[in-house]
Every structure is written in C-alpha cells, then in structure tokens.
C-alpha cells in the first residue's frame, strides 16, 4: 500500500468517531450558538467598509497611513508623470524595473529612465539593482489597506518583491471593497486556471522581531507607493 | 521522575526568578496586547468570527481525507510534485534526495514549524548542503545555535545588544544599538543568500482544497523571495493545514494576524498554485507539496482532543499564557511551546513522559479564550491529565488519594488532624525552607498561611448557640 493510501487509511478510521461540534466552550464571551449552516458570508463580522467610492478611499488611505503605505489619488496621466517624475528625483532612480501593461507602458515612457522589462526571463542582478519596480494590480482593498497581485497582472513574482520601492500603479474601479470581494473578483478572473502565484501586499516588507520594535524593508520593499487614478 | 520533567522543573524555576527575563517579556508583549485588541475591536463581531472560524475549521478536518484528495488533485494539475510522509524521517529523506538529485548546495528557508518538528534542516546540513534560515528571527536564533523563543517571534528574548554583539561575532559587522541597522545587515546578507541559492523551503499557514494552492504568510517578504527565485521549492505541510474554499481566507487571514500579531492583515499573504506556468517570466521550475503526518493522524483517532487539529499557529495562546510569561520558551524543550505545545507534545513524544507540561498550567483558561479557532485548550490540559494518570499512576499519589479519602470521610480523624496540624505548626519554624520540611515544594518561595487556632465549624457552632 502507497504512504498516500496509508495516511488516508488513518484518518478514515480515525473519523469513524465523531467529535463534538465547536461552539459549546463555558466562560465569558466564549458561549456563541453555533451556526446552522456552515458560514460562507463573513461579512458581518469583518471590520465596516462604507459603500461609496469615497468611503473606500478615505479608508484605504487611513488604513495606508497606518502602515507607511504612500497612498495617492491622482487625477489623469499627466498628474501621474509629474508625481512618477517628482518620485524619480527626490530618491535618484536611476534603473526602474517593469513589466508591459497599459499604466507600466505609460510611466516608463513617461520616466525615460533606462529599464528591466520582466516580460520574459531577465537577469536576476539586473532586477536587483533596479532602484524601483513599477507594477499594476489587481484589486486594491480598502478594508486592510491591502493590494492584490498576481504572476500576471505584476509582471512575475520577482518584481513586486526584489527591488527596494514597489510603485503601484492602479485604476479606480480596482479599489474593492473588502476582502470577501477581493476573493470573488480572483475566483472571476482567474477561476479557469490560476496564476502560479498571487499575493496580498499590506504595506511595505516590516518586521518586529527585534525588541518588537517596527523596522520597514526587512527583505522586501521598504517603501510601497499606491497611484490609484 | 523522567529526565525531561526534572530539567524541565529546573528550568522553569530558575527562569521563574530571572526578574530580568519577566520584565523584558511583560514589556514586549505589553504592546502586542494593545495593538491586538484595537485590531479585534475593528471586527464587528469578534466572538461570531471565531464560531465561524472553528466551525470551518472543524468541517476541514472533519472531512480532511475528502479535503486532501481535493487539494491534491487540484495542486497536482498544475505540475506540482506530492509526496505523503508518515513519518518526519520520510519527510526529511525526502527532501534530502530531491536536493540530492538537484545538486542543490544552498538553501534558503522561510519560517516554518513544521521543520523544526522534524528537524529538516539538520537532516539537510548533514547531508552536506548549506541552510539559511531567512526570518530575521529564526536566522538570530540560528546563528545563535539554539531554538525557538516562540512559535511567532523566534527571537523575542533577546535584546537589540545581544543582537548586535552576536551579528559582530558572527558577521563581521560594526556594533550597533539600532534595530533598523541590525536589520539592514542581516536584510544584506540574505539578499546574496536568496540570489544564490537553489532551493527555498516553506511551511504554510493553510493547504486550500477548492482551488489547490497553499497560502503562505509572512512580513518580511521572505516567504515570497524563498518561493521566487531559487529554481526549486518545497513546502512542508502539515496534513491538518486544509481549508475547504479560497474565500475562507477572507475570515483567517485577518484573524490570523489579530490573533498572532496584532495586525489586521500580515504584509504578505501569498497563495502559491504550482511551479512557474507556461508563460510566466519567473518562478521555481519544480514545486514540491510534502504532506506531513508525523503523529496528526493518532491525534485525530482522539474525537475528544480533535479539535487541537484546528490549531491555526498564530501564537496567541502563548502570548497569554501566565505560564509562558514566567518560564519563557526555552524551558518548555519542545517546538511547540506554551499552551498549545503543552497539550501537542504528550500526544506526540508520550504521555507518560511529558505529563508534567498538562500540569505546567494554572488552568485559568486565558488561552481558549485567546484561541481564533476557540481550542478548548485547558480542558484538554485536564483530560491529558487524566489519561496520563490512567496509564501509569504512581504508587505514592494512590496512597496520599486513599489517605486523602480516609480523612475526609471520618469527622473525628479529620479534626484530629486539623489540632495536629495547629500544634505542629509550631515546630515548623525549625524546618522551614529547608530539605526536612514536609511542605518545602511551597515553602521555598511562598509563606504558608497559618492555620487557624479556631476552625470555621467551632467558630460556627459557637455563633449558632
Ligand atoms: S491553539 Fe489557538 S491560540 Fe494557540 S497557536 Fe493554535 S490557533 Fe493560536
């Protein structure tokens, strides 16, 4: 018998007896009725999210502000260049990393600075070296501030990772609401055949495991910049 | 008395007296239960989401063979390699050969607890390749040569001085006191490491069955760069990790990160489907899934304990545990420490041998309070209790239980025995504190309270007339 049939062996004899259903702990607050059904829907649950667009984006941004995500409105393509353009000189890029897509196209062009495209295989210490790396996205979502990427919309799974500051860059209609919405609008997109790898960003890389004291950049990006337009 | 118990006892009672030790822990912490009950405040309902959590939980593994056929078919689709241990022996042999077959030489290593179970990465380095561990935490802990402070943060006991002078030792690097220095040298040195090497190795936090993929947490985003750029992967996966659909994840990442860090969400959660796809730019060329038992399946044979399967890692029963505070982590000896690794280990070393942790609890009950997945952690202390004591009682409990009995069901001999004690009592003084004394075990570092002249029932009856 295969080590896979063994396993599956014991843990069918094992769940010939029943165990008790969860729900039924003593002591304060722990006593809830359990569900009739299995739950599906968490949402009224999960923390609030008001419904307006203008809801979603003041909390996105307080929920950014909390944790050192530079989160920003911009109005049309040209505000972005002058903000991509004002970003590029106040920290001295000098290479940006990026993948091809409508936005990414428009800001490299719009940088002119010389450029790792993560379109196909590219050199890993090139990608390194790159002082930015520029990605779109697929959601961003407002309940935890977070932004949701994939091997496809961000260009592979090195670029939103390796170089020291991620720029997203993101359409309005992508600010979802919460994060039951962002599963959905996965499952919708995707639902066929799933990139290799898709993440949840909330904020840029941090750790905590030095006298619990906060330091951003632990190995990922220490700075993370959201363009919603 | 076993020898893990006894060094367990001594442990535990020289980190009990290290004020040093307590006053660092009680201020790490401090902050975390702030940050962690402004977090569940934002949850419109907390105690509603942890029902559900544990319902869920409870459907995954209550079905967990229909659940794993599913994430398996699913995973193994999309080009992923799966492999099913029994034992942590067949799990490290394993993944030894495939870094064999690979010509792997250097390894980087996300976090992961079920590594330190079966002690992969000794397996590994024995085997003559090199492994990095890349939480900052778990790489301190490392170079420091010893294990886990907490399943969370590996490297809570340690000050930002002692992080330096070992970095200094070590590393090479200039002291320093700041944590962001300390930080960016260690984030330099794993930045060649990752670059350099040819297999990552993760845990994670939850096996989802619907869609096949596995979900990894982190915040540093080394989870991510492990499973990015080296050109194999391989996740080590405890086989009670499944969650029946992908937007389950829209309940336990946020209360994952509630729980275990104070967060409303990790940095990064990353849901891994496979190797690189046809298509994409980057990614490992070959993705392992090792799906680890190791004693889980024993573990669910037990209907009254099952629900320990539901177990999320978050930490937080640790994180409140009077006991965790006061002996640390360290004194525990096992990979999983505090309440849960107290209830996890008898099942998993031996009943008999690791009894003294189910006894290793005040019973207060913080941490099934605390638990997202509601474990009914401090009953299962008692129940382990109980069958301990069912399989091997030690003949001198019987006879102080019989004698207990004895004196409780004779009025006259009990009251005797209260005189007794109050005319003793007197002579104590001479003994006190030191080997002869019968009460020592509370004695070397508590008073004991008087006993009165007057019992309650004289007092009573002489109110009553
Ligand atoms: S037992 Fe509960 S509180 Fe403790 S680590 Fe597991 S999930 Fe967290």
Redesign the pocket.
């Known amino acids: 018998m295969s080590e896979r049939e063994q396993i599956l062996g014991r843990i069918r004899e094992a769940l010939r007896v029943a165990a008790p259903k969860p729900g039924l702990l003593s002591g304060p607050g722990q006593r809830v009725p359990p569900h009739e059904k299995r739950p599906t829907d968490f949402r009224p649950w999960l923390p609030v999210v008001g419904d307006s667009f203008e809801e979603r984006a003041a909390l996105f941004a307080k929920n950014s502000a909390e944790l050192k995500t530079d989160f920003q409105l911009v109005a049309n393509r040209d505000e972005l260049q002058t903000k991509l353009l004002a970003l590029a000189h106040a920290e001295g890029w000098k290479k940006i990393a990026t993948h091809a897509g409508e936005l990414t196209n428009y800001a490299f062009a719009a940088l002119g600075l010389p450029v790792v495209q993560t379109g196909g295989r590219y050199k890993l210490d090139e990608l390194e070296s790159s002082d930015a790396g520029i990605t779109e996205c697929d959601a961003l979502v407002a309940q935890t501030g977070s932004v949701v990427v994939t091997t496809r919309s961000a260009g592979g799974r090195a670029l939103s990772v390796l170089p020291p500051h991620h720029v997203v860059l993101a359409r309005r209609d992508q600010l979802l609401r919460d994060l039951p919405a962002a599963f959905t609008a996965l499952k919708q997109r995707y639902g066929s055949s799933y990139p290799s790898m898709m993440c949840l960003i909330t904020g840029p890389s941090r750790t905590g495991d030095i006298e619990r004291i906060l330091v951003l950049g632990a190995h990922g990006p220490k700075k993370l910049t959201i363009f919603c337009m | 008395m076993s020898t893990v118990a006894q060094v367990f006892k001594e442990t535990a009672r020289r980190m009990t007296h290290d004020l040093r030790h307590r006053s660092w822990i009680q201020n790490a912490l401090g902050k975390y239960y702030v940050g962690r009950d402004e977090k569940k405040a934002r949850f419109q309902n907390w105690q509603e989401a942890r029902q559900a959590a544990a319902e869920i939980k409870w459907d995954a593994v209550n079905h967990l063979d229909k659940y794993l056929e599913q994430f398996v078919s699913k995973i193994e689709a999309r080009g992923t390699k799966v492999f099913w241990a029994s034992t942590g022996q067949q799990a490290c042999d394993y993944i030894v050969g495939v870094a064999k077959k690979h010509r792997v030489r250097s390894i980087v290593k996300s976090k992961a607890m079920t590594g330190e179970e079966i002690h992969l990465a000794q397996a590994l380095e024995k085997s003559g390749v090199e492994v990095v561990e890349t939480d900052l935490g778990e790489y301190i802990v490392q170079l420091r040569e010893e294990a886990p402070y907490h399943?969370v943060f590996p490297a809570m006991h340690l000050t930002r001085h002692e992080i330096s002078d070992l970095f200094n030792k070590k590393l090479g690097s200039a002291p320093t006191d700041s944590p962001e220095e300390l930080t960016m040298i260690a984030r330099r040195t794993l930045r060649k490491k990752y670059c350099a090497a040819d297999m990552g190795i993760s845990g994670a936090n939850f096996a989802i069955a619907e869609t096949g993929m596995i979900s990894l947490t982190t915040n540093e985003g080394n989870g991510r760069l492990s499973t990015s750029l080296p050109r194999i992967h391989v996740a080590l996966i405890g086989i009670e990790k499944v969650l029946p659909t992908l937007d389950d994840l829209a309940l336990f990442l946020p209360m994952l990160a509630t729980?275990?860090a104070a967060q409303a969400v990790s940095c990064y959660n990353t849901f891994i489907a496979g190797p690189r796809q046809e298509r994409e730019p980057d990614g490992p060329d070959e993705f392992h899934v090792v799906l680890l038992d190791n004693g889980r399946t024993r573990l669910l044979a037990d209907a009254e304990q099952r629900d320990?399967l539901?177990?999320?890692?978050?930490?937080?029963?640790?994180n409140v545990c009077p006991i965790y505070k006061n002996i640390g982590g360290h004194s525990y000896a096992t990979t999983y420490m505090?309440?849960?690794g107290s209830v996890l280990t008898p099942h998993m070393r031996g009943l008999t041998e690791w009894k003294h942790l189910s006894f290793a609890s005040s019973l207060c009950g913080a941490?099934t309070e605390?638990?997202?997945?509601k474990?009914d952690?401090h009953h299962h202390l008692l129940q382990n209790r109980r069958n301990a004591i069912r399989c091997k009682s030690p003949w001198w409990e019987k006879l102080i239980f019989q004698g207990f009995v004895t004196l409780m069901n004779h009025p006259l001999l009990y009251r005797l025995g209260v005189k007794l004690g109050w005319f003793g009592q007197k002579f104590h003084g001479l003994v006190k504190g030191t080997k002869l004394d019968p009460v020592y075990a509370w004695t070397q570092s508590r008073e004991l309270p008087p006993l009165a002249r007057n019992s309650f029932k004289d007092y009573w009856r002489r109110k009553q007339s």
């Open positions: 399943i729980a275990g320990t539901h177990c999320i890692r978050c930490g937080g029963c640790l505090g309440p849960i941490c605390a638990c997202p997945v474990i952690l």
